[in-house]
C-alpha cells in the first residue's frame, strides 16, 4: 500500500525520536491555559493540543487543510476529554462566521501559511470583541548572526522538508500590522533537535485585539 502521509521526511523522522519534547509540551499548555468559551484553532495538525485544552473551553473548531492530519486529528479529538469540531478549511478563507470565537489559536501556523497577512486578517474577523490570539510559533531571530542562518536555511533545504516553513518570518511584526497588541507575547528559544536549531526562536502568549 502506498505511504499516505504528507510528512516530510524530517518531520517523520522527529515524530519518531521518542515521546513527546518536554519542553515544547509545557509551552503548549502555557498556550492554551485560561482559555474559555468558544475556541478556533488553526492549523490543527494531528491534534497534539487536543487533551491540552483547559476546561473553560466550551468548544474547539480545529481547521486543518490537510486529509491525512485530519484523520489523524479526529483520532485524537475523540480520545480527548475536549469538545472538537475537526473541519477542513485555509488559513486564508477560514470555516467561520464573523465575531465568532473567544479565542484562536496558532500553533506552529503563521510560519507556514503561504499569505500571512490574509491569514492575520482572517483571524482578526472571526475573533469577537475582545478576543485573543494565542500564539507559539517560529520566528525571525533578533540576533544577526542566527537570523542570517535562519534566512541561509529558509533559502535552501528547509522549507522543502518542513512543509513550507519559513524560520525568518517576522510575525511580531506581522501581527502589529494586523491589528493586535503584542505586548503578552514573549520570547523563548528552544529546538528538540541539532536539525530544528533554525526554528528555535519563538514568540509564544497572547496577542489582543486593539
Not at 140 to 155: E, G, K, T
Amino acid at each position: 500500500m502506498a505511504d499516505r502521509d504528507p510528512r516530510s521526511l524530517l518531520e517523520r523522522y522527529l515524530d519518531r525520536r521518542g515521546g513527546p519534547d518536554p519542553v515544547e509540551r509545557g509551552h503548549r499548555r502555557a498556550l492554551l491555559a485560561g482559555l474559555r468559551g468558544r475556541v478556533l484553532e488553526l492549523g490543527c495538525g494531528g491534534g497534539t493540543n487536543f487533551d491540552l485544552y483547559p476546561a473553560g473551553v466550551e468548544a474547539v473548531v480545529a481547521v486543518e487543510p490537510d486529509a491525512f492530519a485530519r484523520e489523524e486529528a479526529e483520532r485524537s479529538a475523540a480520545a480527548s476529554g475536549t469538545p472538537v469540531e475537526v473541519v477542513a478549511g485555509s488559513a486564508e478563507a477560514l470555516p467561520a462566521a464573523d465575531a465568532s470565537f473567544d479565542a484562536a489559536v496558532c500553533c506552529w501556523v503563521l510560519c507556514t501559511v503561504p499569505d500571512q497577512a490574509a491569514a492575520l486578517g482572517e483571524l482578526r474577523r472571526v475573533l469577537r470583541p475582545g478576543g485573543e490570539l494565542r500564539v507559539y510559533e517560529h520566528v525571525r531571530s533578533r540576533s544577526a548572526p542566527f537570523l542570517l542562518l535562519q534566512r541561509l536555511v529558509d533559502a535552501t533545504w528547509w522549507p522543502r522538508l518542513l512543509g513550507g516553513c519559513r524560520t525568518a518570518r517576522d510575525t511580531e511584526a506581522a501581527l502589529r500590522a494586523a491589528g493586535f497588541e503584542t505586548s503578552g507575547l514573549e520570547r523563548v528559544f528552544h529546538s528538540s533537535s541539532l536539525l530544528t536549531l533554525p526554528a528555535a526562536p519563538h514568540l509564544l502568549g497572547t496577542a489582543r485585539l486593539r
